[in-house]
């Protein structure tokens, strides 16, 4: 299955990335091209469902930095180094043939310039090096190479920012882009799927609970099911006092964070023990389990991991993530789907959750937990409206019609 990994960056940068994406298997780019890298951060609130993100260059990636550890897929950003200034350097110097002393440049950080300079033992003048850095507006980097070449203080310019480079192509001063090798976008492509493939792989891993009832009470079927459908786990009794719960990290970890388990905690009044074990197998998850029960008082959870970390006590922990039902976004999609904004919601943290951005009308009615046709009615709602789309279909194991595939077509991070 290809990995699907949404790109922000500059339309130039766009075009360059596009015709080296093309030799790697199992790639799908969705863009999200800017202008100017000041509108990363607004982009970054319109990626539809996806694997992973990647930005196109340090600037985009400072303009988004703070909001980065708010969307629930790996990212990557494609880093200046000293090979990216090296092979600029090389390409100016055997194709227009100028002297370094006439060259003006635009960089991340200065020292790489400096490295590259004292790695091939070059003595004589400098190059006129101006730092980016994200409190810096662009337009002020593109004045300084302007006045240098007014000033006849150069031939050429090097710049790090497509923005200046179109405006330099304006004035008529020769210029040209910093050159990202293209072994190092390939290898930022293939981290980027790799990273992708992890977290995946890590949000499938096993993990086992165990309830704990005192044994002079009786536990009410009722409540041990809605503890199931928050975990999307499936259970087995031990004892007469005791289940085992089974599910994966992606499950617990977001109903933690959501807050569904604790809220559902307090509806309990048996002095209960829950607590959870991550593991690479079911046995080692259980025995983790055991061993955070040790741990566990009445109405709290404990989680003990495969590197034997202990987490919690939940509900006392930070983990927090609140239903976007206030979201304006979310308000317009539930006027013009009339759908409620809490099923918006629901559909937006389905998607979330899932290991990969396609669906079927099963997968979601499983999640929601209604029947068939009400969720062929919602999906018929988001197509209509333009925000799911088919993309395909797949065969059953059973006879009978084959099931549509779905994607949602609407920003969901």
């Given at each position: 299955m290809s990995t699907k990994i949404a790109v922000i960056c500059s339309k130039a940068f766009m075009k360059r990335i596009t015709s080296i994406a093309q030799n790697i298997k199992n790639i799908q780019l969705e863009f999200y091209p800017y202008s100017h890298p000041e509108e990363a951060s607004i982009l970054l609130k319109q990626i539809r469902p996806c694997d992973a993100l990647l930005l196109g260059?340090?600037?985009?990636?400072?303009?988004?930095q703070s909001s980065l550890s708010e969307i629930p897929i790996p990212w990557n950003y494609i880093k200046q180094d000293e090979t990216a200034i090296s092979?600029?350097?090389l390409s100016v110097m055997a194709n227009h043939a100028i002297s370094l002393s006439r060259i003006s440049i635009d960089v991340m950080n200065p020292i790489f310039v400096e490295n590259v300079?004292?790695?091939?033992?070059?003595?004589?003048?400098?190059?006129?090096i101006q730092q980016i850095a994200v409190t810096r507006p662009t337009q002020a980097i593109l004045q300084h190479h302007i006045a240098l070449w007014n000033a006849q203080s150069i031939d050429f310019v090097i710049t790090s920012i497509h923005s200046v480079f179109d405006e330099l192509q304006k004035h008529q001063i020769p210029a040209m882009r910093i050159i990202d090798a293209t072994n190092s976008i390939v290898q930022h492509l293939e981290e980027t799927r790799s990273q992708s493939?992890?977290?995946k792989s890590e949000s499938v891993k096993a993990v086992v609970g165990i309830l704990e009832i005192p044994e002079n009470h009786s536990f009410d079927?009722?409540?041990l099911s809605k503890i199931t459908t928050a975990t999307h786990s499936t259970y087995k009794q031990i004892t007469a006092n005791s289940f085992e719960l089974y599910t994966t990290?992606?499950?617990?970890q977001n109903t933690l964070a959501k807050e569904n388990l604790q809220s559902l905690m307090q509806?309990?009044?048996?002095?209960f023990k829950l607590a959870f074990g991550f593991g690479h197998s079911i046995l080692e998850a259980s025995q983790n389990a055991n061993n955070a029960l040790t741990f566990a008082k009445p109405c709290e959870i404990f989680i003990l991991d495969e590197h034997k970390n202990l987490l919690g006590p939940f509900p006392k922990s930070e983990i927090k993530l609140a239903l976007k039902t206030d979201d304006p976004d979310v308000l317009k999609m539930a006027k013009l789907t009339s759908l409620s904004p809490l099923n918006i919601s629901k559909i937006i943290d389905f998607s979330q959750e899932r290991q990969s951005a396609q669906f079927t009308a099963y997968n979601l009615s499983e999640y929601l937990q209604v029947t068939r046709r009400t969720t062929e009615r919602i999906i018929k709602k988001l197509v209509d409206n333009g925000y799911a789309k088919v993309v395909g279909e797949e065969m059953t194991h059973q006879q009978g019609r084959p099931r549509t595939i779905y994607e949602l077509n609407f920003a969901i991070y």
């Open positions: 260059g340090t600037l985009p990636y400072l303009h988004v092979t600029t350097l300079l004292k790695d091939i033992e070059y003595s004589g003048p400098r190059p006129f493939l992890l977290t079927t009722y409540i990290a992606g499950y617990l509806q309990i009044e048996i002095p």
